[in-house]
């Protein structure tokens, strides 16, 4: 029988940079050996952004915890939602996306899935 864990601030582990955005897994396989499920944080410096990409194999939730910006979304990255402290972001599988820090703080966003390894293609809007 599985157990309980408790995985520790400095026990998360370094999973992807896109652009200036790095994410810190706390509940993945490697960290917990979870299979169905990952938790982890997001951080965007001020003035930068994650590179547009979309997930092949999940959907994703993300909650925002500080900072202010833009989620942009659609196939040619053309749609900008605002985003900001307490919005939750839902991302289909395949869900074209981008977050902007457009304030002087760092954004944090905690992103989870519905898999413990995500399959990330980074995209390049078509061009007209």
Do not use: W
Request: charged share 15%; proline share 7%; with cysteine.
């Amino acid at each position: 029988m599985a157990e309980c864990q408790v995985i520790h601030h400095d026990s998360l582990e370094t999973e992807i940079c896109s652009g200036a955005m790095t994410r810190l897994a706390g509940v993945s396989e490697g960290t917990a050996g979870a299979t169905g499920i990952h938790l982890a944080v997001a951080t965007i410096p001020p003035g930068c952004a994650s590179t547009p990409h979309y997930h092949v194999n999940c959907e994703s939730a993300i909650y925002v915890v500080k900072g202010h910006g833009r989620f942009i979304i659609g196939e040619n990255l053309d749609q900008e939602l605002p985003i900001g402290p307490g919005d939750f972001i839902y991302v289909p599988q395949d869900g074209i996306h981008q977050p902007v820090n457009d304030s002087s703080e760092i954004m944090e966003l905690i992103v989870a899935r519905n898999t413990p390894i995500e399959i990330v293609e980074e995209y390049q809007p078509k061009q007209a």
